[in-house]
């Protein structure tokens, strides 16, 4: 067959649709919905991995007026900052009833303007888990020592305090393992001492 007469660069087939550049306006829009998701994602990330969170009190005549918490809260209490905003008293509603009069206690010591050693607690957070908190306060107080305001930091201690639950466990049966082999030594040797004077007596006895 004599292909001679055709043309070299004929168009053949279908004619194709030309490619989407990465400018268009669907494409910016698609590769924005991206990246929005992959910051979404390793923001949630971060916030799982966080055991710890700041929060601010502002005092006015020794009364906590205004309490601003880091986004960070909801990794360690299941509530975002906007709840505890809505909720002036979601920060003591969620202390276990166990350790309330004693967390109130302590605010009251801060409010008036007394350092304390940090204080651990238990917390229920939003889903129902009981968790180990450790609060840390920092106050600012103006040149007259007056408490302006003051700084806190919530950090997570329910694995350490898990660990040192354990390790108590195990300390207490070791004791215990000690005190029954104590005692079975004692009781072998208390029985060696009387048999030792009844085998004389039967021995002479059946003399």
Request: hydrophobic residues 35%.
């Amino acid at each position: 067959m004599n292909t001679r007469g055709k043309k070299k660069g004929a168009r053949t087939g279908r004619r194709r649709r030309p490619a989407e550049t990465s400018r268009t306006p669907a494409a910016l829009h698609r590769r924005a919905a991206e990246a929005l998701r992959d910051s979404e994602a390793r923001y949630r990330r971060i916030t799982a991995s966080l055991s710890d969170y700041h929060y601010s009190v502002r005092v006015e005549n020794g009364c906590a007026v205004e309490t601003a918490q880091s986004p960070a809260c909801v990794a360690v209490t299941g509530y975002t900052a906007e709840e505890f905003a809505a909720s002036p008293l979601l920060w003591i509603g969620m202390v276990a009833p166990e350790d309330r009069e004693h967390v109130k206690e302590r605010a009251q010591q801060i409010l008036a303007g007394n350092d304390i050693p940090p204080i651990e607690h238990r917390i229920i957070r939003k889903d129902g888990e009981v968790r180990w908190v450790c609060d840390t306060i920092i106050l600012h107080k103006d040149g007259g020592g007056k408490l302006l305001s003051y700084d806190g930091v919530i950090k997570d201690i329910t694995e350490r305090k898990g660990a040192e639950a354990e390790l108590l466990q195990r300390q207490q049966e070791i004791y215990r393992m000690e005190r029954v082999r104590t005692l079975g030594e004692f009781a072998a040797s208390l029985a060696h001492e009387i048999n030792q004077p009844l085998a004389g007596i039967l021995s002479n006895a059946q003399a």
